[in-house]
């Protein structure tokens, strides 16, 4: 089997490759250890996010995984990149695949999130800036805007965090095509039950500590939601300050925060097969947004947030960076092996676990800043 | 001279054809707005690489019509004549 995964950075795009299994392969130009990188594709623009369609599609079931980049120049705009040969080739559609329709006036500036729907093959999701959230039914070629949470009520009120602002997480649920779940910053979660026609405001104990109410019934800067192993009903929340737990699909938040160094931080992970197992990359504090004394670790949890174990081994001390929000993945690698965990730093370093975080391994170094991570495995 | 001539920069010619310098008949174009609309029906992508679509152009792309930025003249509405050369140039930016 062979492991890709896909960097984002500020600067262009990567690939490495790897057994998978730390410390073994080939080596390759600007490897460590079984690591080889291929790159930078899109060189000097944005990657902002990375998409794998790991679904076949049922007229090619042999296919590779189709890529997709949310790429954008500073000069020539934002646009969605695909690639049906794991990053060797890439091709756009003429028309752009996110164009906002005339009568909204709006224009894209960046596309945050691509997001593969696992139930249903050939559907994406994507987050975009302006705060938006799209639907692709042919596999990323073309998307379209979802106008409930366009024309939402709440939207002017969404306002950008430093990034910008940005739809990025969609949870679908396998089960119930009506059930959608998404995040943003800011605004913070909203839910729908009627396939995305109507949006509801669903953070209720999730702090807004930053606002005049500490606890709106929407404006929360919610970082990253992970759906856990036992399905779409338990979630977990990073927040802007904040570690929460969900166990109503949404409805209600309880903080999972005790014992971890603190609760600022961008990334969150789950377990794909795991039920209770998560990862955060904890943060000092919304002023001071470096590794907690210097030392960048992953912290994770085995029982949904009760308590939580610090991975040290393979991390860097004196380190004064931060993994952001999507800079982050699992890699589910199939029921007989555990996920492969991958992390990228805002100085260009990649790590990666494949023990479940107990150990990582520095893969590629001196990228330009890692902005989205994402990895699937072939034979 | 019945043409306006439009010249690209050499990043942009696999979006045009492998071409940075393109010939539009001057009579089909009154402004840098209807050249641009000829060019980007043509090539779609060198279209939006330029104008976002609310069509305005993108922040960093500068459009000259002869030694005038087009910024501090009519914008897109900056009439262009036969012999005119309009000029495409990415701004100084990044880092």
């Keep these: 089997?062979?492991?890709?995964?896909?960097?984002?950075t500020r600067k262009g795009?990567?690939?490495?490759?790897?057994?998978?299994a730390q410390g073994s392969g080939a080596q390759g130009s600007g490897a460590s250890g079984g690591w080889a990188i291929s790159g930078p594709m899109f060189l000097m623009q944005e990657?902002?996010?990375?998409?794998?369609?790991?679904?076949?599609?049922?007229?090619?079931?042999?296919?590779?995984?189709?890529?997709?980049?949310g790429v954008r120049s500073e000069h020539w705009?934002?646009?969605?990149?695909?690639?049906?040969?794991?990053?060797?080739?890439?091709?756009?559609?003429?028309?752009?695949?996110?164009?906002?329709?005339?009568?909204?006036?709006?224009?894209?500036?960046?596309?945050?999130?691509?997001?593969?729907?696992?139930?249903?093959?050939?559907?994406?999701?994507?987050?975009?800036?302006p705060t938006s959230l799209w639907r692709s039914g042919d596999g990323g070629v073309t998307f379209e805007l979802n106008r409930g949470l366009w024309d939402h009520p709440h939207r002017p009120q969404w306002a950008p965090g430093f990034g910008g602002a940005a739809v990025h997480t969609v949870v679908t649920d396998p089960g119930d095509d009506a059930s959608l779940l998404v995040a943003m910053s800011t605004g913070g979660v909203y839910a729908s039950g009627d396939g995305g026609a109507s949006w509801q405001?669903?953070?209720?104990?999730?702090?807004?500590?930053?606002l005049p109410d500490p606890a709106p019934e929407f404006g929360q800067c919610v970082h990253k939601v992970a759906v856990d192993a036992a399905g779409r009903g338990t979630l977990y929340a990073q927040n802007h300050h904040g570690v929460y737990r969900s166990d109503d699909a949404g409805?209600?938040?309880?903080?999972?925060?005790?014992?971890?160094?603190?609760?600022?931080?961008?990334?969150?992970?789950?377990?794909?097969?795991?039920?209770?197992?998560?990862?955060?990359?904890?943060?000092?504090?919304?002023a001071r947004r470096v590794p907690p004394k210097g030392r960048l670790r992953v912290h994770r949890t085995r029982d949904g947030g009760?308590?939580?174990?610090?991975?040290?081994?393979?991390?860097?001390?004196?380190?004064?960076?931060?993994?952001?929000?999507?800079?982050?993945?699992?890699?589910?690698?199939?029921?007989?092996?555990?996920?492969?965990?991958?992390?990228?730093?805002?100085?260009?370093?990649?790590?990666?676990?494949?023990?479940?975080?107990?150990?990582?391994?520095?893969?590629?170094?001196?990228?330009?800043?890692?902005?989205t991570i994402r990895g699937v495995e072939t034979a | 001279v019945s043409n306006v001539e439009l010249h690209l920069p050499g990043l942009l010619a696999d979006d045009a054809g492998g071409r940075t310098v393109h010939q539009v008949d001057a009579a089909t174009v009154a402004t840098v707005a209807e050249l641009l609309d000829a060019v980007g029906t043509h090539w779609p992508r060198l279209g939006?690489?330029?104008?976002?679509?609310?069509?305005?152009?993108?922040?960093?792309?500068?459009v000259y019509v002869g030694p005038d930025d087009v910024r501090w003249a009519d914008g897109l509405a900056t009439a262009v004549r036969p012999g005119d050369v309009v000029l495409v140039l990415p701004s100084v930016a990044g880092g």
């Design chain 1, 251 to 286: 409805r209600s938040w309880t903080s999972i925060a005790a014992g971890l160094p603190s609760d600022f931080g961008f990334v969150m992970l789950a377990h794909p097969r795991r039920p209770g197992t998560a990862w955060v990359v904890p943060l000092e504090a919304d």
């Design chain 1, 1 to 8: 089997m062979t492991t890709h995964i896909i960097i984002g």
């Design chain 1, 47 to 69: 990657i902002a996010a990375v998409g794998v369609l790991t679904a076949p599609a049922p007229a090619s079931p042999e296919a590779a995984p189709r890529l997709l980049a």
């Design chain 2, 48 to 62: 939006r690489r330029l104008r976002d679509e609310t069509g305005h152009l993108r922040p960093y792309v500068n």
């Design chain 1, 306 to 371: 009760e308590t939580w174990s610090e991975s040290a081994s393979g991390l860097p001390d004196d380190a004064w960076t931060v993994v952001l929000r999507d800079a982050a993945s699992v890699v589910d690698r199939g029921a007989g092996q555990p996920p492969l965990i991958a992390i990228g730093t805002r100085d260009g370093c990649v790590y990666v676990s494949a023990d479940e975080g107990e150990t990582f391994e520095l893969i590629a170094k001196h990228l330009p800043d890692v902005l």
């Design chain 1, 77 to 129: 705009g934002p646009t969605v990149a695909r690639s049906d040969d794991l990053g060797q080739t890439w091709e756009e559609t003429d028309q752009g695949s996110v164009r906002f329709p005339g009568d909204t006036g709006a224009a894209l500036t960046r596309v945050w999130q691509l997001q593969e729907d696992p139930a249903r093959p050939g559907v994406v999701w994507a987050g975009c800036e």
């Design chain 1, 201 to 210: 405001p669903s953070n209720t104990g999730i702090s807004a500590y930053f």
């Design chain 1, 13 to 20: 795009l990567f690939v490495a490759r790897g057994s998978g």
